[in-house]
């Protein structure tokens, strides 16, 4: 079964405005971890936060993580068209080694 | 550096056929192993898992095996193939579950 729920499923904005993702888990974790997938092709890490941490940067990316509300968004800012991809949450097993991913964002940047 | 290799990247299989996947990581030792299922459009749908040679988990009941002979090689495995086993087949590592893990370029498997 999924862990996480992505909202929106699909999101289109133009080039050059935020793109905002919303990641939803339902068990305790360890840390929550962001990926991007292109078409057919395999998933690539784009950030980490741990369970200890809110907020996490890595260049235009900005991921928030809200324990209580067992819930992260990823931010995407000056967004460009090489943005479009599916991105997907995913979360540990907090005390074992199962790694659990979302549902996925159709994220489609227009031109 | 490591590197993960998936294969094949395309399959087409008749109904009741047998399957074999395979996955093989470069430049670690120890990691751990996953398989993950696609379907189309949708999320990933972990299949199993394996922390060690011979320790396997097994997320989801089906007519689907996992091995791990080797430490560094992760095969999936089936008797016979169903329609709804079509999808996209991605096997990944990662040095720990509170590491990034890594994914290959995945099989798109068709059932016929």
């Known amino acids: 079964s999924q862990q996480g729920e992505e909202d929106p499923q699909a999101l289109s904005i133009q080039e050059g405005e935020n793109a905002t993702m919303n990641c939803s888990y339902k068990?305790?974790?360890?840390?929550l971890q962001w990926y991007r997938q292109n078409s057919g092709r395999g998933l690539v890490h784009l950030i980490l936060?741990?369970?200890?941490?809110r907020e996490k940067h890595s260049g235009r990316l900005r991921v928030t993580l809200d324990t209580s509300k067992k819930s992260s968004s990823l931010l995407i800012t000056a967004s460009r068209a090489a943005d479009t991809a599916s991105y997907f949450c995913?979360?540990?097993?907090?005390?074992?080694?199962?790694?659990?991913f979302g549902t996925g964002t159709r994220l489609t940047i227009i031109p | 550096s490591q590197t993960i290799h998936q294969w094949p990247a395309t399959l087409v299989q008749p109904v009741g056929s047998p399957l074999s996947l395979e996955c093989t990581v470069e430049?670690?030792?120890?990691?751990?192993l996953y398989w993950y299922r696609q379907a189309a459009g949708r999320g990933l749908q972990l299949l199993f898992y394996?922390?060690?040679?011979?320790?396997i988990s097994s997320e989801v009941p089906q007519n689907l095996s996992a091995s791990r002979p080797q430490d560094r090689q992760f095969i999936l495995s089936s008797k016979k193939l169903l329609l709804s086993d079509s999808g996209f087949y991605l096997c990944?590592?990662?040095?720990?579950?509170?590491?990034?893990?890594?994914f290959g370029q995945g099989t798109r498997l068709t059932v016929v």
């Open positions: 068990t305790s974790i360890n840390n």
């Open positions: 936060i741990r369970s200890n941490e």
């Open positions: 394996s922390v060690g040679i011979g320790q």
């Open positions: 430049g670690t030792s120890n990691p751990n």
């Open positions: 990944a590592w990662s040095a720990s579950v509170n590491t990034e893990a890594f």
């Open positions: 995913a979360t540990d097993g907090y005390g074992n080694e199962k790694l659990t």
